[in-house]
């Protein structure tokens, strides 16, 4: 089993920044990808960015330019740096794990969940 634990959310003003970490602990030989999806009130969960353990990126179209994702592999951790928050990024935000226990076999673990609030 693995888990995932997140840090970093809370509430913003428009035009601020916050930084999301999320590390993942258990049964866990690689993690590709591991990043960051969000979901809104009455939206559908959208990806926000992923990262590659050989440092290839995701990002979605609405975060492009503003977000920065970043891992540090040795820690299992993955990291979101946003930046320019305006309130439409106002969302849970969870982290996402591909996780190959070495077993040759890959699931996909999330996180609890974050909450993000940006207020205008």
């Known amino acids: 089993q693995v888990q995932l634990a997140e840090s970093g959310g809370g509430l913003v003003q428009a035009g601020g920044s916050l930084r999301l970490s999320c590390v993942a602990s258990?049964?866990?030989?690689?993690?590709?990808?591991m990043g960051w999806y969000r979901q809104a009130p009455g939206k559908q969960r959208e990806l926000v960015a992923t990262r590659t353990s050989a440092g290839i990126t995701n990002y979605g179209d609405s975060v492009k330019g503003r977000f920065t994702i970043s891992r540090d592999n040795a820690k299992n951790t993955v990291y979101l740096q946003m930046n320019s928050l305006k309130p439409e990024d106002t969302a849970v935000y969870y982290c996402s794990a591909d996780v190959d226990d070495g077993t040759w076999k890959k699931k996909v673990y999330w996180g609890q969940g974050t909450q993000v609030t940006v207020s205008s």
């Open positions: 258990g049964s866990i030989f690689s993690i590709n990808p």
